[in-house]
């Protein structure tokens, strides 16, 4: 205990969201970065994470910062310069949906986190993620309930993964019209789900939602990974190699030019 590491932090208060940083800064853990995500549960579209490095002023313009689910559209736009302007460094990843697919939500969103981090210009002294502890970061970090609404730094990365998303969900709602992405952003609204199950699914839904699967006529998660492992072991019964072979013959899957039908 004689060497002084971790140092102790000693929690005072401080303006806004800042409290944290600022012992962590004082502790000569700094400087800290923030890292969230958005688009953890659609059921389409990308996972969008974002790192954030905020210069230890706390700037006026930046008062404004709050948990981004929190801020009104238009605020959490007016807000987005400010922060790439004013930020020390920030990142944003954008994992696709066939990614999440193909290693599942929770590992795409640490891996997210891993890539955001990794790819700041600026190397951090410390991590503060919002929720859950990510493992195999470079430099000490820690997991912070509600840290939008608790860290200036990951409620700046909140409103850059939040913003970044918005915008492509618009911009794939004029690419593949019928959906509604520029409204519900891909989220499980009866509206979206209405349009799914007309339309069927399109490219960028997530074929390991339940929902998705259903529209598109496929079989359930855990039977698919019952029926994978017979067919390594050998035992899968003819009509099921079948269905396999003929890449699921039951499926309806949308081509994306038909979705203004």
Not at 104 to 119: D, F, T
Not at 201 to 217: F, I, L, Q, T, Y
Request: charged fraction near 25%.
């Amino acid at each position: 205990m004689g060497n002084g590491w971790p140092p102790r932090v000693v929690m005072r208060r401080a303006g806004g969201l800042r409290t944290l940083e600022a012992a962590l800064i004082r502790s000569g853990l700094g400087p800290v970065a923030g890292v969230d995500e958005a688009g953890r549960g659609p059921c389409a579209g990308p996972l969008v994470v974002a790192a954030c490095l905020l210069a230890p002023k706390a700037y006026d313009k930046l008062a404004g910062l709050d948990d981004s689910k929190k801020l009104t559209e238009a605020t959490r736009e007016e807000l987005y310069p400010v922060i790439t302007r004013l930020a020390l460094a920030y990142e944003v990843v954008v994992v696709p949906a066939w990614e999440i697919d193909s290693i599942g939500i929770h590992v795409a969103n640490i891996e997210g986190m891993r890539r955001a981090v990794a790819g700041l210009g600026r190397p951090p002294g410390y991590v503060l993620t919002d929720g859950f502890r990510v493992p195999g970061l470079p430099v000490p970090s820690l997991p912070v309930i509600g840290g939008d609404a608790t860290a200036a730094c990951i409620a700046a990365a909140s409103i850059l993964a939040k913003v970044t998303r918005d915008r492509m969900m618009v911009d794939l709602d004029e690419r593949m019209p019928g959906y509604g992405f520029a409204v519900h952003k891909g989220y499980n609204t009866p509206e979206h789900i209405a349009a799914l199950n007309r339309l069927g699914p399109c490219s960028e839904h997530r074929r390991s939602w339940r929902n998705v699967r259903e529209a598109a006529g496929l079989r359930p998660v855990a039977a698919a990974a019952v029926d994978a492992d017979a067919v390594l072991g050998g035992g899968l019964d003819e009509a099921l190699s079948e269905e396999f072979q003929n890449g699921r013959t039951g499926s309806r899957v949308a081509t994306d030019a038909a979705h203004a039908r």
